[in-house]
């Protein structure tokens, strides 16, 4: 959906008499990939930096999801397995606790 066809939505659809648009930059960090396996599946890791520190990592969601159908365990608890398994293979790079 664009622009347009969201005032649009919001003018038709709401009792609003007006909308406001103001312009939005995003600033991302850094990032980067990184594989790890659970079961069978390579599952994509996500890696996010800040001042070349890890900050967070998060498993892509369809590979999880492939994971935890592979292994027949719920997909609750195949993120956190992907994450610990991220963990133990990039554990060497950080000298301190990841924040989140």
């Given at each position: 959906m664009d622009r347009e066809e969201v005032r649009e939505a919001v003018v038709t659809e709401t009792p609003t008499i007006g909308t406001r648009a103001h312009p939005v930059q995003k600033h991302e960090r850094e990032r980067e990939?990184?594989?790890?396996?659970?079961?069978?599946?390579e599952v994509r890791i996500k890696v996010a930096r800040h001042r070349r520190r890890i900050v967070d990592v998060q498993p892509e969601y369809e590979d999880v999801a492939a994971a935890a159908d592979q292994l027949g365990v719920p997909l609750k608890t195949a993120p956190a397995r992907s994450v610990a398994a991220a963990e133990t293979?990039?554990?060497?790079?950080?000298?301190?606790?990841?924040?989140?």
């Open positions: 990939f990184t594989t790890v396996a659970l079961g069978d599946t293979a990039l554990g060497k790079e950080r000298s301190e606790p990841w924040t989140t």
